[in-house]
């Protein structure tokens, strides 16, 4: 069950439940929260009519057919993105002045100065490591989770990437994500999964393995 702060309300929660899930129904959304499913509809009405979210029918075999809830552009909006940071309009002019190489180098030059800020904040085992980098990922935005799967391995997932727009046009962004998890975590076996600004996928998944 997802557990934010006594402030944040109950649209929010509806709001951060979808970008986790990229779907859901009135009955998942009303066990997630513990309210009744009329009560989940009224926010839902609210949420729609205010342009945050739509819905569409799934038909069922038997039965009656089911709604699905997802966030719009609009909705998605209400999560951090960082646009101030880093700004994709100002990466194409740099691009034009001074070609695809200096993009690339700003970025790895912003990879090696996150390295220097947290790599004595991720320390210890590989299981420290982790949970020190999802922190601080979190911070940052990212809504993560994380597990540790049976072969030891851990799955690591971003439900937000607050630079996604960027990403989409330069993929180098997400290269340089992939390294900085490498030299934070010590090991050379950080695969990606899966990737937002690449497929249509409601989350960046990594796999994280110690070094061999």
């Known amino acids: 069950m997802i557990v934010l702060g006594k402030e944040t309300n109950t649209r929010q929660i509806i709001l951060t439940l979808l970008k986790r899930n990229q779907e859901q129904t009135v009955s998942a959304l009303a066990t997630e929260l513990g309210v009744t499913e009329m009560a989940v509809r009224r926010h839902l009405q609210g949420l729609e009519k205010d342009g945050f979210i739509e819905s569409r029918i799934e038909r069922q075999a038997m039965g009656r057919p089911t709604y699905k809830y997802s966030l719009t552009a ?81 799955e690591f997932i971003e439900y937000n990437c607050p630079i996604s727009q960027v990403a989409k046009e330069y993929p180098v962004a997400c290269n340089c994500e992939q390294q900085l998890f490498n030299k934070l975590l010590e090991t050379a076996n950080v695969e990606r999964k899966s990737c937002i600004a690449k497929e249509n996928t409601n989350c960046c998944v990594y796999r994280l393995k110690e070094q061999s």
């Open 74 to 154: 609009k909705g998605d909006e209400r999560f951090p993105r960082n646009y101030g940071d880093l700004s994709l309009s100002i990466l194409k002019d740099l691009e034009q002045m001074s070609g695809n190489e200096m993009v690339d180098r700003l970025f790895e030059k912003r990879r090696d100065r996150l390295q220097e800020k947290y790599e004595t904040e991720v320390k210890g085992s590989l299981s420290e490591r982790v949970k020190a980098l999802a922190r601080i990922q979190n911070e940052n935005g990212y809504m993560v989770d994380y597990k540790q799967l049976e072969d030891g391995s851990y």
